[in-house]
């Protein structure tokens, strides 16, 4: 039985952790990565690839459905036998530990480049960690509560910002729609793809749910929620920015260095720097809990606080040395990771439960 059965988080803490942690990532580098390829018709991608989202969301969540109160890596040896079974464990852990170094890397990058460029990336690195570990060791419960307060903090700035925009937003720089035909709306959905179909963490999360049955519900307010801001701030850019919007390396960085009401409110920055450090360090620690209670399940072992300080030193390891600079990272997050994350978030989840129906392996009813 998984340790989802001692700790519970009710249904509304589970769509703002995957609200969370779709958006706190995707918000950064990703909106200038679709606006490159579709310019201004770059919003109109967000439709398709959060349907992308709910779709990978509810499969998981339909898959989660058949064995209550266990996780994908405890219940997959049941589906398709002990060996193959523990193999997609491995896959889901490594998956994890992957996209966290990304996101570990990200949040060095960011703050290496704009803020504060004399520090030494370890730095950055060692911090996250380091607050990170500490929550994972208060456990999910105590996750769930924090990122509470971060996301109304995230989504209160974000609209601060949007709204305090208005002057300079002209309408005309959304025009004309689709001008470049489809073509580009659809290839702009690819690097979107790995944030979005990072609804498959509800794998991990279901079994922590006070009602299991409500997964799927979980995954589409939390999918929804996740879209919705970034389709705000995308038309915000495109309005405010237009052409310049492709161009920046973070838009919700430029859109609150635009602001300027009279002498007292211009130029909100630290609220931009605040707003993505509590993101990411919520992000992190969702992944780096997953990967430890994954291979706690994996091994078969009564709790994960053994195996935090060794995930702890892997992340802060590849996170350090997987990329050269900012131009090979930021090349490998919007057109490697896609086609190497996207089949396992999506493909297994899907031939689990296609094998699971097949086989008329678990229960219906979720009993």
């Known amino acids: 039985m ?3 059965s001692s700790t519970k988080i009710s249904g509304r803490q589970a769509v703002f952790l995957i609200t969370s942690t779709i958006f706190s990532t995707m918000v950064i580098f990703l909106p200038t990565f679709m606006i490159d ?11 398709p690839t959060a349907v992308l989202g709910i779709a990978t969301g509810n499969i998981c969540a339909r898959l989660g459905e058949r064995f209550p109160g266990k996780n994908i890596i405890e219940y997959a040896p049941s589906i398709i036998g002990r060996l193959p079974g523990k193999a997609v464990g491995l896959i889901f852990i490594t998956t994890f ?16 480049n704009i803020f504060m460029p004399e520090t030494p990336m370890f730095i950055f690195i060692a911090s996250i ?16 509560r924090a990122n509470t307060i971060t996301l109304i903090f995230y989504v209160v700035i974000i609209f601060t ?9 002209m309408l005309d720089n959304l025009t004309p729609v689709l001008e470049f035909g489809p073509g580009r709306v659809i290839g702009s959905t690819y690097p979107a793809t790995v944030f979005f179909a990072e609804a498959y963490m509800i794998t991990m999360l279901a079994p922590y749910l006070d009602k299991q049955r409500q997964g799927r ?23 405010a920015l237009k052409c310049e919007a492709g161009r920046t390396q973070f838009i919700a960085l430029s859109l609150a260095r635009r602001i300027s009401i009279g002498e007292f409110i211009e130029r909100l920055d630290p609220l931009v720097m605040l707003m993505w450090m509590g993101g990411l360090l919520i992000k992190v620690t969702v992944f780096y809990y997953f990967t430890v209670t994954g291979l706690s399940s994996w091994l078969g072992t009564k709790g994960h606080k053994a195996f935090i300080i060794p995930v702890g030193i892997v992340l802060a390891f590849m996170a350090g040395y997987l990329w050269d600079n900012n131009i090979e990272f930021r090349y490998q997050l919007s057109a490697i990771l896609p086609a190497v994350s996207v089949p396992i978030q999506l493909g297994v989840p899907l031939l689990l439960l296609i094998i ?11 009993n």
Request: aromatic share 12%.
């Open 217 to 239: 519900a979980v995954v589409f307010w939390g999918v929804a929620s996740a879209g919705f801001l970034l389709l705000v701030l995308m038309l915000a850019g495109l309005a």
């Open 2 to 4: 998984s340790m989802g």
């Open 161 to 169: 910002i949007v709204s305090l925009n208005l002057p300079n937003y």
């Open 356 to 366: 699971a129906l097949i086989r008329g392996k678990g229960s219906e009813k979720g």
């Open 37 to 47: 390829i579709a310019k201004q018709d770059a919003w109109l991608a967000v439709f």
């Open 97 to 112: 530990i992957l996209l966290n170094s990304y996101i570990v890397r990200e949040f060095a990058e960011i703050f290496l």
């Open 129 to 144: 960690l380091l607050v990170s570990s500490y929550t994972v060791l208060q456990g999910l419960e105590v996750l769930a």
